[in-house]
């Protein structure tokens, strides 16, 4: 029983590739010099997409995750998939440089903003003034009594 816990155990780590990384450490060189020809594309195409003036993520977004798959490729072929890695960092540094203005929110142009509030306030100005209608209106009640 002993012998098959062990070599299920064996089987497990081979098969998953975690008995690969605990024994080769991460080919850091491999890793940097093949992402540097991942981003040349994703850079190239964001030197046009001006993204110094606004956040350009739904336009770029099919040559990240293009950029993603490459990266992801190449490290796990390098074997630096760890927690903390490189290609955290590598990410840390593409979002610090292109999607820095993502996060900031900016108000909608003034007439958007128009549009949007003026109803709230017609019908909050308004609505009293309903009210007051609808209360003190005179309805006649027929007179069905005979009286």
Same mark, same amino acid.
């Given at each position: ?23 080769y450490p991460c080919d850091k ?37 293009? /950029? ?6 190449? !490290?796990?072929?390098? &074997?630096? $998939?760890?927690?903390?890695? @490189? ?23 003034l007439p958007t903003m128009i /549009? ?6 017609? !019908?909050?100005?308004? &609505?009293? $003034?309903?009210?007051?209608? @609808? ?13």
């Amino acid at each position: 029983m002993m012998m098959f816990t062990y070599s299920l155990l064996a089987s497990v780590f081979f098969c998953t590739g975690l008995s690969v990384k605990s024994i080769y450490p991460c080919d850091k060189h491999m890793f940097l010099s093949n992402v540097h020809i991942c981003s040349s594309l994703f850079n190239k195409s964001m030197e046009t997409s001006g993204h110094h003036e606004r956040c350009t993520w739904p336009a770029v977004k099919r040559i990240y995750n293009q /950029l993603k798959l490459c990266v992801d490729l190449w !490290a796990k072929k390098s &074997l630096c $998939l760890s927690r903390g890695s @490189l290609v955290d960092d590598f990410f840390q540094e593409v979002h610090r440089e292109y999607f820095a203005s993502c996060g900031q929110v900016q108000d909608p142009p003034l007439p958007t903003m128009i /549009l949007l509030i003026a109803p709230g306030i017609i !019908a909050t100005l308004f &609505l009293p $003034l309903l009210c007051i209608k @609808l209360t003190t209106w005179n309805i006649e009640m027929p007179n069905t009594l005979g009286l």
